[in-house]
Every structure is written in structure tokens, then in C-alpha cells.
């Protein structure tokens, strides 16, 4: 190779070096173009890709926190609901009796930076029809164990599991702010709620599903 070639392409190479470093991603088709013009263009030439600008690797470090908390739960409540523990609506909260023979698994996952409550609900033998003053007859709401209190998330009622009898399931995740459909004093028992709360006492919080044969509570269980 001839020095007048070299000279030339030192020149092609420090104006794609400022180029590259100017403006991402590398230009490939000026690559080619300009070794062309410079009769170079049987050389082979590896181009190192210039690091991310500290401007894009910050807002990378930023999604990856973003994601870290989207797809990161903190903490999980999984709760055995049972018609025993089924009181009535008023004081003084006499135990139902619940829906005989029913059972509830309410298994949820929170992540409280988010405000998502996601959730896998399993009835069995549930009877009657979903019945409820709520805009749904499955609910968390808040009050001790032997208790009863408002609803502060209503969640979508079980559908039957094909070809498991007596099988119910509801699955999915909500954000809030969140909206029950009981109003008291003028505003939605959801309203304002976090699922920080039910982190920081779990146990002031429970689990039910109504039925039409079972109003106060078909089955119910207390979170921990
Ligand atoms: C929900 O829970 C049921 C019963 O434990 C399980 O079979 C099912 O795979 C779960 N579904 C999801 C989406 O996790």
C-alpha cells in the first residue's frame, strides 16, 4: 500500500473516529462510500462500537430499576378461606356458618411500589350465585379476625375451570387507585387505600367471596 493511500485513509478513519463518537450508531453505508472513494474499499476495517453516552447508560441503569420494581413482588399472602370463619356483616359479628362445604384458596402477591395487588383465587364447591353490593362478590376488606369491615379491593368472581367440577378461578393483577362500589360517608371504601397497609398488618385484613345462599360470606380467611 502506498503512503499517499495510508495518509488517505488515516484521514477516512479520524472522520469516522469523530463521526462515530458525534453521533450513534455508526453511519455503515458512509463507511462503505468512503472507502470506495478512497480505493480502499477491499480493505477489511473493524469499527468498535463506541460505549453507550453516559446520558443513555444512566437512563438504562433507570429502566433496569423500573423493571426491577414492575416485575418484582414484595410480599405474597397465600390465605385458606372457610365458611367457619364467616361472621355477620354487623356487631356483634355472630359466626354464619358460611356456604357449607365451600372452600377458598386466595393466593396474592403485592407489590407495594407499584400499588399492584395481583392475585390466584380458587373456590371449590362454591354454590348460589356471586351476590354482592360491591361491584364484585369477591373482596379483601378490613377487619380483625371475628370481625367484619368495609371492602377495600373488589376483584373479578371465579369462573368455572373447564373440566374441573366444582372448580372456580379468578387470576390477574390490578393498579390502583381502587374501586370497590360500597360507598360510605360519601366515598368508595377503595378509595385512597394502598396495599402498603395490608403489608404493614396483614392480619387487619380478609379474604371472602359472597353468594347468593351465603350474604355475609360464602367463605372467608383471614390474611397473616
Ligand atoms: C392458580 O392456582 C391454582 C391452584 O393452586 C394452580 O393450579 C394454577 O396453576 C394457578 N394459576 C396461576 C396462573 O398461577
Do not use: Y
Request: charged residues 10%; hydrophobic residues 50%; aromatic residues 6%.
Amino acid at each position: 500500500m502506498k503512503t499517499t493511500q495510508l495518509t488517505h485513509l488515516a484521514a477516512v478513519l479520524s472522520t469516522l473516529l469523530v463521526s462515530t463518537t458525534l453521533a450513534a450508531p455508526a453511519p455503515q453505508a458512509s463507511l462503505a462510500e468512503a472507502l470506495a472513494a478512497s480505493g480502499l474499499e477491499g480493505l477489511q476495517i473493524t469499527v468498535n462500537v463506541a460505549p453507550a453516552a453516559p446520558a443513555a447508560a444512566a437512563a438504562n441503569v433507570q429502566a433496569a430499576g423500573l423493571a426491577d420494581q414492575v416485575f418484582a413482588l414484595t410480599s405474597n399472602n397465600l390465605v385458606n378461606a372457610v365458611p367457619e370463619q364467616v361472621t355477620a356483616a354487623e356487631a356483634p359479628f355472630t359466626p354464619t356458618g358460611g356456604l357449607a362445604g365451600a372452600l377458598g384458596t386466595f393466593n396474592f402477591g403485592i407489590n407495594s411500589a407499584t400499588e399492584t395487588i395481583c392475585w390466584n383465587i380458587t373456590l371449590t364447591n362454591f354454590q348460589g350465585e356471586f351476590a354482592s353490593p360491591a361491584l364484585t362478590a369477591t373482596h379483601i376488606h378490613e377487619a380483625a379476625l371475628g370481625a367484619s369491615g368495609p371492602p377495600r379491593i373488589a376483584f373479578p368472581n371465579p369462573v368455572p375451570v373447564p373440566g374441573a367440577e366444582g372448580v372456580m378461578n379468578s387470576v390477574g393483577c390490578q393498579t390502583g387507585p381502587f374501586t370497590t362500589g360500597i360507598v360510605v360517608d360519601g366515598a368508595d371504601t377503595g378509595a385512597g387505600f394502598s396495599v402498603a397497609a395490608i403489608e404493614a398488618d396483614p392480619a387487619a385484613f380478609f379474604a371472602d367471596v359472597h353468594s347468593s345462599l351465603a350474604l355475609p360470606g360464602a367463605v372467608r380467611g383471614q390474611l397473616a
